[in-house]
């Protein structure tokens, strides 16, 4: 199963403190994920635009991905092949707004980069944080199909062990918490 998790506090690890420098990203939303992408079309569309990086932590080598994908160029450069000791690095700009960056890699290449342990929550906590993480907050404890006290409950769980902010929005760790679990 691939593995898409969210940093919750990037700059205290080495590797992605030097991932955030490569690109020169200076924001918090970092995800680490070993699912590698079909292509590595970088070009602007829309607002929009992808920029690749390879970087090897070991050595400190980086390769930048030049523009490609357009009508105008027939270059298309693809992760294939990747070494395992590489990392690939995307920054996302969608519409206009920084979307952070995402650190692939091979498994064995990313482990040391994500938290530990798996985490147990119940049911009402699972669906607290699928409903917040889903939809709007007028809608999310109807969309969770649970009742008022259920929600509340549910809520003051999730905010103690850290998994929702005071104001309810949903955190990194609670992102990583709940994964692709829908309601």
Not at 44 to 60: A, I, K, L
Not at 93 to 110: H, K, N, P, Q, V
Not at 151 to 157: D, F, H, L, Q, R
Request: proline share 5%.
């Amino acid at each position: 199963m691939p593995v898409r998790t969210h940093i919750e506090r990037p700059l205290q690890d080495a590797i992605i403190r030097e991932c955030m420098n490569v690109t020169g990203y200076k924001g918090t939303k970092v995800v680490v994920s070993d699912h590698l992408p079909m292509n590595l079309h970088s070009y602007w569309s829309g607002g929009s635009r992808d920029y690749f990086w390879f970087y090897r932590p070991t050595t400190q080598e980086v390769l930048s991905v030049p523009q490609n994908g357009t009508m105008f160029d027939n270059r298309s450069y693809t992760p294939e092949g990747m070494p395992p000791d590489i990392l690939l690095i995307q920054h996302s700009i969608f519409c206009g707004r920084d979307m952070g960056i995402t650190i692939y890699g091979r498994s064995e290449a990313i482990q040391p980069l994500l938290p530990s342990g798996e985490v147990e929550l119940s049911d009402v906590e699972k669906r607290v944080l699928a409903a917040t993480r889903s939809y709007i907050s007028s809608a999310r404890r109807e969309y969770s199909k649970l009742t008022s006290t259920q929600w509340e409950a549910g809520k003051a769980a999730c905010i103690a062990r850290g998994y929702l902010t005071k104001a309810g929005a949903i955190t990194a760790a609670g992102r990583n918490a709940i994964g692709d679990y829908r309601v």
